[in-house]
């Protein structure tokens, strides 16, 4: 009979050697669950402190006063934008720094309230150590619990989160996967508890975790919560007692509930959000394509631990990325899109493989015998299924995985390498804990394969090195010219790293072997002179000292930089702008250079709003109608209330050669950029005069429309037309804005009335992401159109009445002014609550779950009933 077949009370702990039992149930004799006394409370502190210390160990860069992580996506220019835009509402988020406009998902955010309550420096400099922390303490917490040494539990929390890509994903940002990272973490530990006490509180918790998940990123959460399903059940079971269909059930429901409040909560606001899903519109097969695009390729897995084995990321001058992960369909044909594109590393190290087989191989063998057999072949199953669906399109598997609801529209099956690497550091963990009790003879031969994986590894790295001007060569003929030679050397480094790191890990099993008794189970031998009493279990901790130095030495250093504080330094061009802007906005006539690094970093963090940015994968399909009808650029800039436009010289010169344009626009400010010493772009004015007769030998320029379009504007004259003649009307060259507004088909508004047409004044006396509040003083019925995308969960308040909405000139928003008179008027963001609602009920139900653990913990600790 299986161990599955009983119930835990009948399950028996494997002490003995091979077929060898204690009549002793295994609940009677496994560890004490954390904090359930003074020493484990003391050493759930210890675990907590030593991570927090390799959390500043690892963040190094950040030690000089004044520093500022450096990332690319979820900047500290990016956290500045969510900051403003949280001023309006913190559970209803309007970006109104996208383009003219871009609705976001209703939430509770951990992340972003927890940014909302600290500066964007500070927050861009704690977040991921603190996140990476918390998992880590988490899963070690969780390990404990299954009896795991603590060597073993910190090693396997550091595999899972301090190196590969939950580490080096810091370069990108990306705040809501770090976020999942920790309630993921947590949701397992929850889990675990809840498996070892059968308390429905601890399935609450769980359940309030994994809805957490879908608050911070949604697609990775549901690729993590896939995984999490086999492991909750399995934990049901353990709680239950047995299999039985009805006790799961009954045991399971308090938590799935749980998590389906908070998740679907969630999964209603994005849906009610109105932000277009590209790929509904999209072939099939374009949508595979775009969907798979970052696959992770499966012959780039002696990435896993050979570290910067085919480059470091993208674009690094010290070790390329040269794969082909990120490529474009049909790169190799026509050479347009990406080749690749990469800025993170999967690197987690050949000693965390080593226990990982090791770990895996022991529960195969014990798995009638031993209960906690069946669980790490559970997480073993979980770890190859994560790692199979991260290769996405080089897998048969991933084409029907993608056919599930809600999957076919996640981008980047490489997402899965998040789980993938916490699976992996459950099993290394345990692999670990089972060498620490092996018997000697096993123990030699584990070292026996590590050491020849070491020299196969060593070998390679001889050959490798001895051919590395011809290979650097080669290289340089393909097109990487001097980067040719830093890849080899890369290269050469990580056979040489995997071949050292795989000497080490058979140095620590061999030591563990001298101290081994002959017979699992046995009691070991004094120490005879070659390892002391405490030298084994010194050495047990050295595997996770290595992955300290990956993280700190071999990672980290290519990851983890402070920011240049020229990026964010505020330069005359900008105390320009912030004079002259106003309420409008600004656009650049080209992205490249320091125009990029001004839209990445300095225009958000400083507020300087502008209609640009640095990428749209899917647009929304009224945006895309919009640029697919209106492309003379002049004519979106004064629709979307651009006043400022930033180019080159050359490229004003031609645009004022143009007579419509110029017609609108003329040189505002003429400046010469320069180094600022601190990797910024400094800017100093020139004469503007001189500027203007010479446009072709001018640096660089600012453009301003003559009549400055309006953010907000009270229209007389107004014509309801359909969709399609209304964007031919907006791209007609006769047609003057801000004269006629055309309003959408599905108005209520009047036709406007003969005679005189009003005249009306606009007052703007409060802007923000996601709030209009000004005054408007006419003389007759107006439509007042407001430069701002339109979406159907904006409200007006006119004077304190609720007022329709209109949608004008195509997808732009309007109000309509009935009567003369001066009316204040408030237009703000305010979707649906009902998905926040939901959201609240589920994390409160988990925080009162959690907090009721928490009461009863202090009340057996006093001793109190």
């Given at each position: 009979?299986?161990?599955?077949?009983?119930?835990?009370?009948?399950?028996?702990?494997?002490?003995?050697?091979?077929?060898?039992?204690?009549?002793?149930?295994?609940?009677?004799?496994?560890?004490?669950?954390?904090?359930?006394?003074?020493?484990?409370?003391?050493?759930?502190?210890?675990?907590?402190?030593?991570?927090?210390?390799?959390?500043?160990?690892?963040?190094?860069?950040?030690?000089?006063?004044?520093?500022?992580?450096?990332?690319?996506?979820?900047?500290?220019?990016?956290?500045?934008?969510?900051?403003?835009?949280?001023?309006?509402?913190?559970?209803?988020?309007?970006?109104?720094?996208?383009?003219?406009?871009?609705?976001?998902?209703?939430?509770?955010?951990?992340?972003?309230?927890?940014?909302?309550?600290?500066?964007?420096?500070?927050?861009?400099?704690?977040?991921?150590?603190?996140?990476?922390?918390?998992?880590?303490?988490?899963?070690?917490?969780?390990?404990?619990?299954?009896?795991?040494?603590?060597?073993?539990?910190?090693?396997?929390?550091?595999?899972?989160?301090?190196?590969?890509?939950?580490?080096?994903?810091?370069?990108?940002?990306?705040?809501?996967?770090?976020?999942?990272?920790?309630?993921?973490?947590?949701?397992?530990?929850?889990?675990?508890?809840?498996?070892?006490?059968?308390?429905?509180?601890?399935?609450?918790?769980?359940?309030?975790?994994?809805?957490?998940?879908?608050?911070?990123?949604?697609?990775?959460?549901?690729?993590?919560?896939?995984?999490?399903?086999?492991?909750?059940?399995?934990?049901?079971?353990?709680?239950?007692?047995?299999w039985n269909p009805a006790g799961l059930f009954k045991r399971a429901w308090p938590g799935a509930l749980v998590a389906a409040l908070v998740a679907s909560g969630a999964v209603l606001a994005t849906l009610k959000s109105g932000v277009a899903d590209a790929t509904e519109i999209q072939h099939p097969e374009e949508r595979w394509d775009f969907i798979t695009q970052w696959s992770q390729p499966p012959e780039e897995s002696l990435d896993f631990i050979a570290p910067g084995w085919t480059g470091w990321r993208t674009g690094e001058e010290s070790g390329p990325y040269w794969g082909r992960l990120g490529r474009s369909a049909g790169w190799e044909q026509t050479r347009r899109g990406f080749m690749n594109f990469k800025l993170e590393n999967v690197y987690v190290g050949a000693i965390p493989l080593l226990f990982a087989a090791l770990g895996w191989v022991q529960a195969l063998h014990r798995r009638r015998e031993d209960a906690a057999s069946t669980w790490l072949l559970l997480w073993g199953g979980l770890c190859l299924l994560a790692l199979l669906l991260s290769f996405g399109k080089y897998t048969p598997l991933?084409?029907?995985?993608?056919?599930?609801?809600?999957?076919?529209?996640?981008?980047?099956?490489?997402?899965?390498?998040?789980?993938?690497?916490?699976?992996?550091?459950?099993?290394?963990?345990?692999?670990?804990?089972?060498?620490?009790?092996?018997?000697?003879?096993?123990?030699?031969?584990?070292?026996?394969?590590?050491?020849?994986?070491?020299?196969?590894?060593?070998?390679?790295?001889?050959?490798?090195?001895?051919?590395?001007?011809?290979?650097?060569?080669?290289?340089?003929?393909?097109?990487?010219?001097?980067?040719?030679?830093?890849?080899?050397?890369?290269?050469?480094?990580?056979?040489?790293?995997?071949?050292?790191?795989?000497?080490?890990?058979?140095?620590?099993?061999?030591?563990?072997?001298?101290?081994?008794?002959?017979?699992?189970?046995?009691?070991?031998?004094?120490?005879?002179?070659?390892?002391?009493?405490?030298?084994?279990?010194?050495?047990?901790?050295?595997?996770?000292?290595?992955?300290?130095?990956?993280?700190?030495?071999?990672?980290?250093?290519?990851?983890?930089?402070?920011?240049?504080?020229?990026?964010?330094?505020?330069?005359?061009?900008?105390?320009?702008?912030?004079?002259?802007?106003?309420?409008?906005?600004?656009?650049?006539?080209?992205?490249?250079?320091?125009?990029?690094?001004?839209?990445?970093?300095?225009?958000?963090?400083?507020?300087?709003?502008?209609?640009?940015?640095?990428?749209?994968?899917?647009?929304?399909?009224?945006?895309?109608?919009?640029?697919?009808?209106?492309?003379?650029?002049?004519?979106?800039?004064?629709?979307?209330?651009?006043?400022?436009?930033?180019?080159?010289?050359?490229?004003?010169?031609?645009?004022?050669?143009?007579?419509?344009?110029?017609?609108?626009?003329?040189?505002?400010?003429?400046?010469?950029?320069?180094?600022?010493?601190?990797?910024?772009?400094?800017?100093?004015?020139?004469?503007?005069?001189?500027?203007?007769?010479?446009?072709?030998?001018?640096?660089?320029?600012?453009?301003?429309?003559?009549?400055?379009?309006?953010?907000?504007?009270?229209?007389?004259?107004?014509?309801?037309?359909?969709?399609?003649?209304?964007?031919?009307?907006?791209?007609?060259?006769?047609?003057?804005?801000?004269?006629?507004?055309?309003?959408?088909?599905?108005?209520?508004?009047?036709?406007?009335?003969?005679?005189?047409?009003?005249?009306?004044?606009?007052?703007?006396?409060?802007?923000?992401?996601?709030?209009?509040?000004?005054?408007?003083?006419?003389?007759?019925?107006?439509?007042?159109?407001?430069?701002?995308?339109?979406?159907?969960?904006?409200?007006?308040?006119?004077?304190?009445?609720?007022?329709?909405?209109?949608?004008?000139?195509?997808?732009?928003?309007?109000?309509?002014?009935?009567?003369?008179?001066?009316?204040?008027?408030?237009?703000?963001?305010?979707?649906?609550?009902?998905?926040?609602?939901?959201?609240?009920?589920?994390?409160?139900?988990?925080?009162?779950?959690?907090?009721?653990?928490?009461?009863?913990?202090?009340?057996?600790?006093?001793?109190?009933?």
């Amino acid at each position: 009979m299986g161990l599955l077949k009983r119930p835990p009370s009948q399950w028996f702990w494997v002490a003995g050697g091979k077929g060898k039992r204690f009549d002793t149930p295994m609940n009677a004799i496994s560890p004490p669950a954390p904090f359930s006394d003074r020493h484990s409370l003391l050493q759930g502190f210890f675990f907590l402190v030593l991570f927090a210390v390799v959390a500043v160990l690892v963040f190094h860069a950040l030690w000089p006063s004044g520093a500022i992580l450096l990332t690319t996506d979820d900047n500290v220019g990016s956290l500045a934008s969510y900051k403003w835009m949280m001023e309006s509402s913190v559970v209803h988020p309007w970006m109104g720094d996208t383009l003219w406009g871009m609705p976001q998902v209703s939430s509770v955010r951990p992340d972003l309230l927890l940014l909302h309550l600290m500066s964007a420096k500070a927050f861009a400099n704690l977040f991921h150590g603190f996140c990476l922390t918390w998992a880590a303490w988490l899963l070690a917490l969780y390990l404990r619990g299954k009896g795991l040494r603590p060597a073993a539990c910190v090693f396997g929390a550091l595999v899972a989160f301090w190196v590969g890509t939950n580490l080096t994903l810091t370069y990108a940002g990306h705040i809501g996967k770090y976020g999942i990272l920790v309630f993921c973490s947590l949701a397992i530990w929850a889990l675990g508890r809840w498996g070892r006490t059968s308390r429905s509180a601890w399935a609450m918790v769980a359940g309030a975790s994994v809805g957490a998940m879908f608050l911070e990123q949604g697609d990775v959460a549901l690729f993590c919560a896939l995984l999490l399903l086999p492991l909750g059940i399995y934990e049901t079971a353990q709680a239950a007692g047995g299999w039985n269909p009805a006790g799961l059930f009954k045991r399971a429901w308090p938590g799935a509930l749980v998590a389906a409040l908070v998740a679907s909560g969630a999964v209603l606001a994005t849906l009610k959000s109105g932000v277009a899903d590209a790929t509904e519109i999209q072939h099939p097969e374009e949508r595979w394509d775009f969907i798979t695009q970052w696959s992770q390729p499966p012959e780039e897995s002696l990435d896993f631990i050979a570290p910067g084995w085919t480059g470091w990321r993208t674009g690094e001058e010290s070790g390329p990325y040269w794969g082909r992960l990120g490529r474009s369909a049909g790169w190799e044909q026509t050479r347009r899109g990406f080749m690749n594109f990469k800025l993170e590393n999967v690197y987690v190290g050949a000693i965390p493989l080593l226990f990982a087989a090791l770990g895996w191989v022991q529960a195969l063998h014990r798995r009638r015998e031993d209960a906690a057999s069946t669980w790490l072949l559970l997480w073993g199953g979980l770890c190859l299924l994560a790692l199979l669906l991260s290769f996405g399109k080089y897998t048969p598997l991933y084409r029907p995985f993608s056919w599930l609801p809600g999957i076919g529209s996640i981008r980047n099956p490489n997402k899965f390498i998040h789980f993938f690497q916490m699976a992996w550091g459950v099993l290394a963990a345990y692999g670990l804990n089972s060498a620490c009790r092996m018997e000697k003879a096993g123990l030699r031969r584990w070292a026996a394969c590590a050491w020849i994986a070491a020299g196969v590894c060593f070998l390679s790295w001889l050959a490798l090195w001895s051919g590395s001007t011809t290979a650097a060569q080669q290289l340089a003929q393909m097109g990487w010219g001097p980067s040719g030679q830093v890849i080899q050397s890369t290269k050469v480094f990580a056979l040489f790293w995997a071949g050292l790191s795989f000497f080490i890990g058979g140095g620590v099993l061999w030591s563990f072997a001298c101290a081994a008794p002959p017979v699992s189970g046995a009691a070991r031998p004094p120490a005879r002179g070659r390892l002391s009493a405490m030298g084994w279990k010194t050495a047990a901790w050295l595997p996770a000292v290595m992955v300290v130095v990956d993280a700190c030495w071999i990672l980290a250093p290519h990851y983890i930089h402070a920011m240049p504080k020229g990026y964010v330094a505020e330069n005359e061009l900008v105390r320009y702008l912030k004079r002259d802007l106003g309420f409008n906005r600004s656009a650049m006539a080209g992205q490249d250079g320091f125009y990029n690094l001004w839209l990445t970093y300095l225009f958000p963090y400083l507020g300087i709003p502008s209609v640009n940015v640095t990428q749209l994968p899917r647009p929304p399909a009224d945006y895309s109608a919009f640029w697919q009808a209106v492309r003379d650029p002049v004519r979106q800039w004064r629709l979307s209330a651009v006043s400022h436009v930033l180019a080159k010289g050359s490229v004003a010169g031609q645009m004022l050669a143009n007579p419509v344009w110029a017609e609108h626009m003329d040189v505002a400010w003429a400046y010469q950029p320069e180094d600022d010493g601190m990797g910024g772009v400094a800017t100093r004015s020139l004469p503007l005069a001189s500027a203007v007769r010479s446009l072709e030998s001018t640096p660089e320029v600012v453009l301003k429309m003559r009549e400055v379009p309006p953010r907000v504007a009270a229209v007389s004259d107004w014509l309801t037309v359909e969709d399609a003649e209304a964007l031919s009307l907006l791209a007609r060259p006769d047609f003057i804005p801000f004269s006629t507004v055309l309003l959408a088909p599905e108005n209520d508004v009047p036709p406007p009335a003969g005679g005189a047409p009003a005249t009306a004044q606009v007052r703007i006396t409060r802007l923000l992401s996601g709030r209009y509040e000004f005054t408007v003083e006419t003389t007759g019925p107006v439509v007042v159109r407001v430069a701002e995308k339109f979406d159907a969960s904006w409200t007006a308040a006119v004077n304190g009445r609720r007022v329709p909405v209109q949608r004008v000139d195509y997808m732009f928003q309007g109000v309509y002014l009935p009567e003369a008179g001066t009316f204040d008027v408030l237009l703000r963001y305010a979707p649906s609550s009902f998905p926040v609602y939901l959201q609240l009920v589920g994390l409160v139900a988990g925080l009162g779950a959690a907090g009721w653990l928490l009461v009863a913990f202090l009340f057996r600790r006093k001793g109190w009933k």
